[in-house]
RNA sequence: CGGGCUGUAGCGCAGCUUGGUAGCGCGUUUGACUGGGGGUCAAAAGGUCGUGGGUUCAAAUCCCGCCAGCCCGACCA
């Protein structure tokens, strides 16, 4: 791009508010919520609330520049909600009930109570229903920067999971989902502008298939800053690219048994072991000396029905098995057992419905009507194929306190698991539920982990990485304009449901996360695309006029040619303004001191490079400055 | 919401077991020396010991309630 540079900004540093220091909170932890802190970003003022300090806004706002600029360049509008939601718009979706209590509430003079936004997709669709009145006047995609609020359970890790947050959010609007001015375009265009974001702000990063979460919706992907202290696993197929989160991952064709599911003898008699206080996994395993991966483990959920099924097909509950050593992944029960909804069954109530909670066996499920038996793959064996043995199984023994081992699929199911219905892994439907005759099935129903087949290239191998979820896109559908009545007549004069995206950046979270995958020892190093400043200039001696005066000259041409210069002007030792320059991380130290100024040449140092720096005649310094920053950004 | 734990100066902590004068380091202020990786010396300011109650002649210390915060788990953008 040709445009004029945009000119810099000149900040000192005896005039702003940058308060680093030796030691960090006692609270915090992780890298980024140590280095902000101590660097001078922000400051806590309460839990999972933060002040962001001159340095932090103005990585905020660098951030948010390129996040304005790549959403502007996509088509979207920016614009600006309330924060102070009636609850009344959340009542029409449910989600006030949905999303429990992440919602923050408050209570007016008059006892009206109001939402603090977690997001805004009711109050979006409401000025929408009220001014787009014509299929002529989409596709739009609204946009607004804003701070959100979260009643979090756990706030931790300084900015990565506070209360109150800095988000983009943004929303589409369509008549169709394909073709022009389709739901997939626009979410084809934010894909791509959330790559050019994250790129631009310097962050390795990986897009991920994602489940849509309480938000709702069909489709979606996460964008996750690659980084080990991150909080998501991140599972990807080094052949095909294929990258997803555990809760969305696929898992390759699973080759059945050789002897078929179920099918060996058993490993020895069925022996009961009393097992007192020891309702976990963790906990038996230690308790009886075997591997987890010798486990079943049984999880109850209860098929969260519409009051018609409820009438027609009373109670139902899924009971699903997986290896001790998996973990059983809710969407994929959902979708096995063909029901929209479940949740983890409430323990008392299934203590009522005869399944000893902690201690729950497969046989638990068998005889009880309403009750579906899904297995995992791994977890319908019988004989160990790898170990070449039968397969060694322990198991609740259906009574408080007691496990099972040496349990035999075959000999102490209590019903013939080899029955034709049993057979079927591939029909995915209703199972035994809603009238239908299958009392048990095998499916994929647990998480992937590192190793398991690749499910878009034959022979690869899933791997694991961690990750910190910065981006979010989702395709919604009609959710929220049905529940809302937002329809618009077609050029059919058909009145159709809108059919709507979604699309969130954490900004506030993607400071964090920039820090957490970018310092050492010392502290910050910020990709130049969003560092406070461009460059830092030191000066040795804060009253000698050749340096200060130099100083000022040099700040002056940086920010001429687009560059923020941030000049310590401190009354402060050597030492402790290159401790601190470290700490704050500016891409670029230039030092004026006696020895570099006797030679007519200043010190140019990169932050992110572990040399002493170099001399750079005076002349050529600025030039050096603005390629080192621009070349970075 | 379960389990563990902590509230003492701006920050990091000791003191509490065994009740009796409020301590240390960093930071801050003043002065001097110093001046290229958190320097030295001297002096100083700064605390209703989270909060309410109880026991006691006397509570930072013992007991009870509450509040705030942290960690692990559950949950989660």
Redesign the pocket.
Same mark, same amino acid.
């Given at each position: 791009m040709s445009a004029p540079v945009q000119r810099g900004s000149i900040a000192r540093w005896n005039q702003t508010m940058i308060p680093?220091? =030796?030691?960090?909170?006692?609270?915090a932890?992780s890298p980024s919520h140590i280095l902000l802190s101590?660097a001078g970003y922000i400051r +806590?003022l309460?839990?999972?609330i933060y002040d962001y300090l001159p340095l932090a806004w103005r990585v905020i706002k660098k951030v948010s520049a390129i996040v304005r600029e790549e959403m502007d360049a996509a088509g979207a509008s920016e614009l600006h909600l309330p924060v102070l939601l009636p609850i009344e718009l959340y009542a029409g979706t449910r989600r006030d009930r949905d999303y429990g209590d992440?919602l923050f509430k408050i209570n007016d003079r008059k006892a009206g109570t109001y939402a603090l936004g977690p997001t805004h997709e009711e109050p979006i669709t409401e000025l929408v229903k009220g001014s787009v009145s014509s299929y002529k006047q989409l596709p739009i995609n609204l946009y607004q920067i804003q701070v959100k609020f979260?009643d979090?359970?756990?706030? =931790?890790?300084g900015l990565l999971?506070?209360r109150e947050?800095i988000?983009k959010d943004a929303y589409s609007f369509h008549m169709n989902v394909e073709g022009p001015g389709g739901l997939n375009e626009t979410y084809d265009k934010m894909y791509q502008a959330y790559s050019n974001v994250f790129r631009r702000c310097g962050l390795s990063f990986t897009a991920v298939e994602a489940e849509s979460?309480?938000?709702g919706g069909s489709a979606s992907h996460?964008f996750m800053v690659n980084c080990e202290s991150g909080?998501?696993t991140v599972l990807r197929c080094p052949a095909s690219g294929y990258a997803a989160n555990v809760e969305k991952c696929e898992i390759g064709a699973r080759p059945a048994p050789s002897k078929g599911y179920f099918g060996g003898d058993p490993s020895g008699v069925m022996e009961e072991v009393h097992t007192p206080g020891c309702p976990g996994i963790e906990d038996v395993c230690t308790f009886m000396k075997v591997k987890p991966g010798n486990m079943l483990k049984s999880v109850l959920f209860k098929v969260v029905s519409s009051a018609e099924d409820l009438a027609k097909y009373g109670e139902e509950y899924i009971l699903a098995v997986v290896r001790g050593d998996h973990d059983v992944n809710e969407g994929k029960v959902k979708a096995a057992a063909g029901v929209k909804a479940i949740a @983890?069954a409430d323990p008392a109530e299934a203590i009522k419905k005869g399944f000893a909670i902690g201690f729950v066996s497969p046989r638990a499920a068998v005889g009880k009507p309403g009750v579906l038996l899904l297995v995992d793959r791994e977890a319908a064996v019988g004989f160990d194929d790898a170990a070449g043995k039968a397969k060694f199984w322990v198991t609740g023994a259906d009574k408080k306190d007691h496990h099972v081992k040496h349990f035999n699929w075959v000999r102490d199911l209590g019903t013939d698991p080899l029955a034709a219905e049993a057979h079927q892994p591939e029909t995915h439907g209703t199972g035994g539920l809603k009238g239908g005759n299958k009392y048990m099935m095998v499916a994929d129903v647990r998480n992937a982990v590192a190793g398991d087949p690749s499910p878009r290239s034959a022979g690869a191998k899933l791997e694991t990485s961690r990750g910190i979820?910065v981006g979010?896109i989702f395709k919604l559908g009609t959710k929220y304009s049905e529940a809302m009545g937002l329809a618009i007549l077609d050029d059919k004069q058909q009145k159709r449901p809108v059919i709507m995206g979604c699309y969130?950046i954490?900004v506030?979270?993607t400071m964090a996360s920039s820090v957490e995958q970018n310092h050492d020892a010392?502290g910050i190093i910020w990709p130049a695309a969003i560092a406070p400043f461009g460059v830092l200039i030191t000066i040795?001696?804060?009253d000698a006029p050749e340096q200060t005066n130099l100083a000022a000259d040099l700040a002056e041409q940086l920010a001429a040619a687009g560059v923020d210069v941030l000049i310590d002007d401190r009354?402060?030792?050597?030492?402790?303004k290159?401790?601190?320059?470290? @700490?704050i991380g500016i891409p670029v130290r230039l030092?004026?001191?006696?020895?570099?100024l006797a030679a007519a040449s200043v010190?140019f +140092?990169l932050r992110s490079s572990k040399d +002493?720096?170099s001399l750079v005649p005076i002349a050529e310094v600025v030039a050096a400055c603005v390629n080192a920053v621009r070349g970075n950004g």
């Open positions: 680093t220091t =030796r030691e960090a909170p006692a609270d932890e101590r +806590k309460g839990a999972g992440l979260r979090e359970a756990r706030p =931790r890790s999971r506070g947050f988000m979460g309480p938000i996460e909080e998501d @983890l979820e979010h969130g954490g506030s979270r010392d040795m001696k804060h009354d402060e030792r050597p030492g402790v290159f401790k601190d320059a470290d @700490l030092t004026l001191g006696d020895k570099a010190e +140092k +002493k720096g």
